[in-house]
């Protein structure tokens, strides 16, 4: 085993003594700016400390002090640093909502000729919170677009329902602004069609007019459904 | 707490910091901060200690969400990287030595066997963690240990143990191969 670990390139040592906290003083130091400046090594880190965090299960869980969340609080600084993308951008939805929305109805006339068609197979979800269907969606995965049909949702006076696509990562993407009185469709960003796979789970938050001002969810999540092979 | 039921809300709660999001901030200390308190206390033994490094993790977690990628790690991966880094940081600033009790000692406390409700949380990573360190030879396992769970250094490892410096290196590096090759090829048993 010995001869193995010597044939490992320095940086995969380093990454796992830095992982496991043993080194020290400017060893640490070096490690740490390698960690912030260089992804590759960032990335061996990670990994070593995904093989040990499971060990942090014998761990037993003590509660703070209840101030301990009062001190954070007011210790955070107004708001983190934002990164905001073309996905994230409002005005690309807003328009995005408004192109799609005038085509909605012929679109999903066309899905529902498409169903017939063999190959790829649509994908479906019954968009469900409080115990009824809020929207049905379908995806055309070969189109690379997304049919939400309202169900039994209530609109909101103020909020608009938005339309979120969670893959296997957990991390909300946005897709849409939705309509209680009509069909939408909404193509799907290229960048997030592989995601769009049977499993993911697409989601509905409340969300002022116009959508999320952050490209995150920022209101409530009214229903939630996940998508499967029709 | 279960880890895995929690996962995505954690990671969920975690996704909409980056928007200002503080109801979010505060989901991920209701899900996470026994566990991660439990972590900085093991490694500082001191809960005023402990507790200043939970609230820079949290300031560190609303500042830092957005570089959490979920396709690399999982949530309580990076948060609890984050939570031993920090109280690494403090052990090693404090120049205090800590835990650094007779190593016959060491190896009684830390080889005890987890509780059982730890147990049934662990999941499939963390009993292939275990078959895996179980393959290792004990004076490798308890230096892990000192390592992971009291964030002992090279040289308090060393010392702990009553070897040479470069003894110590040779054992650490032999065992963290060794639970890699396990991890990568060990079927789950």
């Not at chain 1, 992982?19 to 912030?36: K, M």
């Not at chain 1, 909020?159 to 969670?166: G, N, Y």
């Not at chain 1, 499993?199 to 459904?225: C, D, K, R, Y």
Request: glycine letters at 8%.
């Amino acid at each position: 085993m010995s001869d193995a670990f010597d044939q490992l390139p320095d940086d995969e040592v380093t990454a796992a003594e830095f992982a496991l906290g043993v080194l020290a003083g400017a060893e640490r130091s070096a490690a740490q700016s390698r960690v912030a400046r260089e992804p590759a090594f960032a990335a061996m880190v990670v990994a070593w400390e995904e093989r040990l965090s499971p060990w942090a299960a014998e761990i037993a869980e003590v509660a703070p002090s209840p101030a301990v969340w009062d001190r954070i609080a007011s210790a955070l600084p107004a708001s983190p640093t934002q990164k905001q993308g073309l996905w994230q951008s409002l005005a690309f939805w807003r328009g995005l909502t408004l192109a799609t929305g005038a085509l909605a109805a012929a679109c999903v006339g066309a899905l529902i000729y498409l169903g017939n068609a063999p190959q790829p197979a649509p994908l479906f979800a019954a968009i469900d919170g409080g115990g009824h269907h809020h929207f049905v969606a379908t995806v055309d995965t070969a189109r690379g677009s997304i049919a939400v049909v309202p169900a039994a949702f209530a609109a909101d006076a103020t909020r608009v329902p938005e339309l979120w696509l969670i893959p296997a990562d957990g991390k909300p993407r946005p897709l849409g602004i939705l309509r209680a009185d009509r069909a939408v469709t909404i193509t799907i960003p290229p960048a997030l069609v592989p995601h769009a796979t049977s499993n993911a789970v697409l989601a509905v938050s409340l969300e002022p007019q116009g959508g999320s001002p952050t490209g995150q969810p920022t209101g409530p999540v009214i229903a939630t459904g996940k998508l499967t092979l029709l | 707490m279960d880890i895995d039921a929690n996962r995505s809300l954690i990671a969920a709660a975690l996704a909409r910091i980056p928007g200002g999001d503080r109801a979010a901030l505060q989901t991920v200390y209701r899900l996470t901060s026994a566990k991660l308190f439990g972590v900085a206390l093991r490694i500082l033994g001191e809960r005023s200690e402990a507790e200043d490094v939970l609230q820079e993790v949290f300031v560190t977690i609303w500042r830092k969400a957005g570089d959490f990628d979920a396709g690399r790690a999982s949530p309580m991966t990076w948060l609890i990287a984050i939570t031993r880094n920090r109280a690494i940081d403090r052990l090693r600033a404090s120049k205090r030595s800590r835990r650094m009790d007779p190593i016959d000692d060491a190896v009684e406390i830390a080889d005890s066997a987890p509780l059982a409700d730890d147990a049934m949380e662990m999941g499939e990573d963390n009993a292939r963690l275990h078959g895996c360190l179980d393959g290792l030879a004990g004076d490798e396992r308890t230096a892990l240990r000192g390592a992971f769970f009291d964030g002992n250094t090279y040289e308090d490892l060393a010392q702990r143990a009553s070897v040479p410096l470069g003894t110590m290196k040779s054992r650490i590096r032999r065992a963290m191969m060794k639970l890699k090759i396990c991890l990568e090829t060990e079927p789950t048993t």
